[in-house]
């Protein structure tokens, strides 16, 4: 849980913190982050604000794109180290944007760009020699 207030709303917030918004069925407000420089694995965390103003991040690894059910049923989706540091990472930053807040320091909320690796593996290689 995201205690509230906070200095923005929860989408502005993921938006900023480098997530990208991701349509879901019946998922309400959900978010994608790529754990790597390609599209999988990564965070998929669906957000329920809360009344006192803040939110309830529940994530997941996605590790590839599933057909149907996806990786919900695997224990590895829900707990392993990268989801345990991307859990800090967003509460570090959301602390920092509060205490920036307090003492009054202008706060710019903009999505963040994810940055590609000019790196191609060696299957993209070798199409592009084809």
Known sequence: MIA???????RTLMLHLGYTE??????GLTFVRSAHEAA??????????TPEGGFVMNVHLDQA?????????????YKNPQ??????????????????????EPIEFSPR???????IGIIAKF????
């Open 4 to 10: 509230g207030p906070l200095p923005t709303d929860a």
């Open 22 to 27: 991701h349509q879901t069925a019946g998922m």
């Open 40 to 49: 999988f694995p990564r965070f998929h965390a669906s957000i329920a604000e």
């Open 65 to 77: 794109a599933f057909n149907g059910d996806g990786n919900h049923q695997y224990v590895w989706a």
């Open 83 to 104: 989801l345990d540091e991307e859990t800090k990472r967003v509460c570090l930053a959301v602390d920092n944007l509060k205490r920036r807040l307090a003492t009054g």
């Open 113 to 119: 760009e994810e940055i590609k690796s000019e790196r």
């Open 127 to 130: 199409f592009q020699l084809m």
